[in-house]
Every structure is written in structure tokens, then in C-alpha cells.
């Protein structure tokens, strides 16, 4: 026999029926308010990216920027000299990443930021480039990160590939035939936060154990992870 709820065992009044609150709506003048103030702060940054001067680069960045604009008495604006036009240069760059993301300022579109931010930052040949109009914005946010590394880093990133091709041994049933890698977003970066990645995965063995018992045994795999954005690489176990 069903037992009596114990309200009734009671005589006392049925419960009241919670009703479930009403999620909080989303109120669209505060997440407009929101999303522009990190673009805000993205134009910002942005802007003291394309400031960045070296005493080695600025002279032929200005000579460049001269020869861009019809040279030196042209009275064409240099954007290096400009606050106004690098800032202007600076919110064009910033619409163009805002677009290229789908009008939306989610993950993808601050990963991007602040990839493209340490480019041009590090890079001074790509941001005399930009600043010349040789590089217009929307190309700018439509480069693949390994472009925006130094010339420097770029040679040092092939190098590395070439020593890791020799090493590892590319998983076949994963199609990884090339020497590139496999691109992904699958992992996130701890030095610069971007997801643009490509990965080798390798078979490791433990020589010791093979040897001794003369079996597949201390076999494992691992997968090597290069950020394509700063180029930090680590290592994945037992993938």
C-alpha cells in the first residue's frame, strides 16, 4: 500500500508548488555597452602596437612611409608621424578583426587580438608595412599567424620543424603525411592565449623494457603542440 504523503499523515495544508524564477534576460543595452568597451580597450591596444619604434627601424620606416605617400615633400600624411591617422589606422584594423569574426567579440576575436597585437609589436618590418598602407587592415587580420612572427622567428620556427620532422614519427592513420603538421584549435596556448595550433603525434618507446622482455611493451604515443601564433611548443602524453 502507497504510504500517505506526510503532510496529510499531518492534516496539515499541501506545499506550495515552487515555481521556477525566471532566468535574468539578457539586457541588450548593457551587452552593447560590454562589447564596446573591449573593443574600446582593442583599439587601445592596438594603437600602442602600431607606436612601437626601434631606433633601427624607425629610419627606414619613415623612409618607407615617405616613398609610400610620393615622398618627402609630397605632403601626403605619414601615419607614423600622424597621432591622428594611427589612431584612425588603429580603429580601421580593429572593425576589420571586429568583421572578419562576425561582428561578435567572443574568444575567437580576443585570441586573435592579442596574437595580432604581438605581431605587430615584435614584428617592425610588418608594422612599417601597415603603417605604409602596403598591408591594408583587412588583409592584416586575415594572415595566418605564422606570419606575423619576425623574420628571425619564422627561420627559427622552420628550423624547428625540420628537426621534428627527423624525430617524429607522423601518425599515418591520421593523414598527417605532411611535414607542417596538423592544424587545430583544440588546445590553447599559455604564453599568448591563442587556439591556432598545429600538432605531430609521435610513437615513443621505452628502449629498456623492449630490450629486456622482447615485447611492444613501454610503448606509447605523445603529441607535440606548436602554437602557430608565438611559436611556444609542449608536449601532449599519452594522447
Known amino acids: 500500500m502507497k504510504r500517505k504523503p506526510i503532510w496529510k499523515e499531518l492534516n496539515l495544508p499541501p506545499p506550495s508548488k515552487k515555481i521556477a524564477s525566471p532566468r535574468a534576460a539578457v539586457d541588450p543595452i548593457r551587452q552593447e555597452a ?30 618607407a612611409c615617405s616613398s609610400a605617400s610620393g615622398g618627402p615633400d609630397s605632403g601626403g600624411p605619414n ?30 576575436y580576443k585570441a586573435a587580438a592579442r596574437t595580432l597585437v604581438a605581431g605587430l609589436k615584435r614584428n617592425s618590418e610588418l608594422r612599417g608595412r601597415v603603417l605604409c598602407g602596403d ?24 628550423r624547428l620543424q625540420e628537426e621534428e620532422t627527423r624525430r617524429v614519427t607522423l601518425a599515418g592513420a591520421n593523414g598527417s603525411g605532411s611535414g607542417g603538421g596538423i592544424a587545430s584549435s583544440d588546445y590553447r596556448c599559455e604564453r599568448c592565449g591563442g587556439r591556432s595550433c598545429s600538432y ?14 622482447g615485447s ?19 608536449e601532449v602524453d599519452d594522447v
Open 135 to 158: 598591408v591594408p587592415p583587412r588583409q592584416l587580420v586575415a594572415l595566418d599567424p605564422r606570419h606575423l612572427a619576425t623574420p628571425q622567428q619564422q627561420r627559427e620556427y622552420a
Open 216 to 234: 611492444k611493451e613501454g610503448q606509447g604515443s605523445s603529441r607535440l603542440v606548436t602554437c602557430l601564433g608565438c611559436g611556444h611548443r609542449w
Open 34 to 63: 560590454s562589447q564596446q568597451a573591449l573593443r574600446t580597450n582593442c583599439v587601445r591596444t592596438l594603437l600602442a602596437a602600431l607606436s612601437t619604434t626601434d631606433a633601427e627601424n624607425q629610419q627606414k620606416q619613415e623612409a
Open 79 to 108: 601615419p607614423a608621424a600622424d597621432p591622428s591617422t594611427l589612431t584612425g589606422l588603429a580603429e580601421a584594423v580593429e572593425e576589420a578583426l571586429f568583421r572578419h569574426h562576425h561582428s561578435e567579440t567572443g574568444q575567437d
Open 200 to 213: 605531430l603525434d609521435s610513437g615513443r618507446r621505452d628502449i629498456g623494457k623492449c630490450e629486456t622482455w
